[in-house]
């Protein structure tokens, strides 16, 4: 039966914001009404498929320094940004009747704006909280603010207090891996876990020859503590010592902002041969990123192992995008926990642990290369199928039935 859904998140398109863009192109497909806002972010060239739904997106940093401070300021201390979130979206809601609020989040925001919103219209209220502020550890926060690291503390206090106050009142939340579900089962039991996933219509095997080994990554670093290249460069290394590839044939194709490319030219010049197999690129649109995955020899995700210090419980888009194109998957650093449980599961690669095993890797694959002219993985396709937007789709639309 049709459903109105009202989303309400802090990223669409044109921004890049996957999770919800599919799931609006396909509940638009199922005959629902969406009706979505956010806020415009500072990067908005993504093309992504999002249906019918009507989308506004609402301006709210200021291009002042004074008035970004300001806003800064009103937002720890008054929760200025959710109260001007809601108040742009009041207007549109006039004489409007809808079924569910779906709320999906990076952390906190908007999750006061939807909740306030579910309230006043008498709606269920539906959370996805696509990262926490728990799953990045502690020192992360005080890598953001290395000459005050109490000040990111004291800030990521704030916000979790804001969510946990949400996350009791919501009558379901969803969640993007099973310590997600685990984890938040403190202020809620009601916890569903929906990964990421992939577009079958867009993201499928596709035989293409190329004329080089690609190593490829596409997306941001944020930092080294998170995403660590170290044991692909050590082991790249060795294979190239020991003479068992050629770097001749072999590149390393980093699709990334300015600063992600910076680090990782400082990461690597420990390894004085592989200099000359870096190639950078701006950040790719999505739009393009099946045809760059289809040409690689390998897909690159970059990860660590989960501790309390690190990050636990991130599941990469990446990921679900190379399984989609059935191209090996060379998870570096392995976390030992979700992403490698997934990747062993459908078989797609492997996450390593440990310089050797990716060696092994790497010259399995360079050989196949070398041998067919491309790269493939066998895949367990029963798996591979329970990772796609459509099943995605249709877990949503059956917590939102439960709660009504």
Same mark, same amino acid.
């Given at each position: +039966?049709?459903?109105?859904?009202?989303?309400?998140?802090? #990223?669409?398109?044109?921004?890049?914001?996957? *999770? +919800?863009?599919?799931? +609006?192109?396909?509940?638009?497909?199922?005959?629902?009404?969406?009706?979505? @806002?956010?806020?415009?972010?500072?990067?908005?060239?993504?093309?992504?498929?999002?249906?019918?739904?009507?989308?506004?997106?609402? %301006?709210?940093?200021?291009? =002042?320094?004074?008035?970004?401070?300001?806003?800064?300021?009103?937002?720890?201390?008054? &929760?200025?940004?959710?109260?001007? @979130?809601?108040?742009?979206?009041?207007?549109?809601?006039?004489?409007?009747?809808? &079924?569910?609020?779906?709320?999906?989040?990076?952390?906190?925001?908007?999750?006061? #704006? $939807?909740?306030?919103? $579910?309230?006043?219209?008498?709606?269920?209220?539906?959370?996805?909280?696509?990262?926490?502020?728990?799953?990045?550890?502690?020192?992360?926060?005080?890598?953001?603010?290395?000459?005050?690291?109490?000040?990111?503390?004291?800030?990521?206090?704030?916000?979790?207090? !804001?969510?946990?106050?949400?996350?009791?009142?919501?009558?379901?939340?969803?969640?993007? /891996?099973?310590?997600?579900?685990?984890?938040?089962?403190?202020?809620?039991?009601? %916890?569903?876990?929906?990964?990421?996933?992939? &577009?079958?219509?867009?993201?499928?095997?596709?035989?293409?020859? =190329?004329?080089?080994?690609?190593?490829?990554?596409?997306? *941001?670093?944020?930092?080294?503590?998170?995403?660590?290249?170290?044991?692909?460069?050590?082991?790249?290394?060795?294979?190239?010592?020991?003479?068992?590839?050629?770097?001749?044939?072999?590149?390393?194709?980093?699709?990334?902002?300015?600063?992600?490319?910076?680090?990782? %030219?400082?990461? %690597?010049?420990?390894?004085?041969?592989?200099?000359?197999? +870096?190639?950078?690129?701006?950040?790719?649109?999505?739009?393009?990123?099946? $045809?760059?995955?289809?040409?690689? /020899?390998?897909?690159?995700?970059? =990860?660590?192992?989960?501790?309390?210090?690190?990050?636990?419980?991130?599941?990469?888009?990446?990921?679900?995008?190379?399984?989609?194109?059935?191209?090996?998957?060379?998870?570096?650093?392995?976390?030992?926990?979700?992403?490698?449980?997934?990747?062993?599961?459908?078989?797609?690669?492997?996450?390593?642990?440990?310089?050797?095993?990716?060696?092994?890797?790497?010259?399995?694959?360079?050989?196949?290369?070398?041998? !067919?002219?491309?790269?493939? !993985?066998?895949?367990?396709?029963?798996?591979?199928?329970?990772?796609? *937007? !459509?099943?995605?789709?249709?877990?949503?639309?059956?917590?939102?039935?439960?709660?009504?």
């Amino acid at each position: +039966m049709k459903k109105r859904i009202l989303i309400i998140t802090d #990223a669409l398109p044109p921004s890049f914001a996957p *999770r +919800m863009s599919y799931l +609006m192109n396909e509940l638009s497909a199922k005959g629902h009404d969406i009706t979505a @806002f956010a806020i415009e972010q500072p990067q908005n060239n993504c093309n992504l498929p999002t249906g019918n739904a009507f989308i506004r997106n609402f %301006v709210y940093t200021s291009s =002042s320094p004074i008035i970004r401070l300001l806003q800064l300021i009103g937002e720890v201390l008054f &929760d200025y940004k959710n109260k001007w @979130f809601y108040r742009q979206i009041k207007p549109y809601l006039r004489g409007k009747t809808f &079924d569910v609020v779906l709320c999906s989040s990076y952390e906190t925001f908007p999750l006061p #704006a $939807a909740l306030k919103i $579910a309230q006043k219209f008498q709606l269920p209220l539906l959370v996805d909280l696509r990262d926490i502020t728990e799953q990045f550890g502690d020192n992360y926060y005080k890598n953001r603010h290395p000459k005050a690291p109490w000040l990111g503390k004291w800030f990521a206090k704030i916000k979790i207090r !804001q969510r946990n106050k949400v996350l009791k009142q919501a009558n379901a939340i969803s969640t993007i /891996s099973p310590w997600h579900q685990d984890f938040l089962r403190k202020w809620n039991k009601q %916890v569903h876990l929906i990964y990421n996933g992939y &577009d079958k219509q867009l993201f499928y095997p596709k035989t293409q020859n =190329s004329t080089y080994f690609d190593i490829v990554y596409t997306g *941001r670093i944020i930092n080294t503590q998170l995403r660590n290249p170290d044991l692909l460069f050590a082991a790249l290394q060795e294979l190239i010592e020991q003479q068992q590839i050629c770097p001749c044939f072999v590149r390393m194709l980093w699709y990334t902002d300015k600063a992600s490319q910076a680090s990782i %030219v400082d990461a %690597v010049q420990k390894y004085p041969l592989l200099a000359t197999l +870096m190639r950078f690129y701006d950040l790719i649109p999505a739009k393009d990123i099946p $045809a760059l995955l289809w040409s690689s /020899s390998v897909v690159l995700v970059l =990860s660590n192992k989960a501790t309390q210090e690190g990050p636990k419980g991130i599941m990469t888009t990446k990921f679900f995008e190379a399984l989609g194109t059935e191209k090996p998957v060379l998870c570096v650093r392995s976390d030992e926990a979700c992403l490698a449980s997934a990747i062993e599961k459908t078989n797609a690669g492997v996450a390593a642990t440990n310089v050797e095993e990716v060696k092994a890797f790497l010259l399995e694959k360079y050989q196949q290369w070398r041998q !067919q002219g491309y790269t493939q !993985q066998a895949v367990n396709q029963a798996e591979k199928s329970l990772f796609s *937007r !459509q099943e995605q789709a249709q877990a949503f639309e059956n917590i939102i039935q439960s709660i009504l």
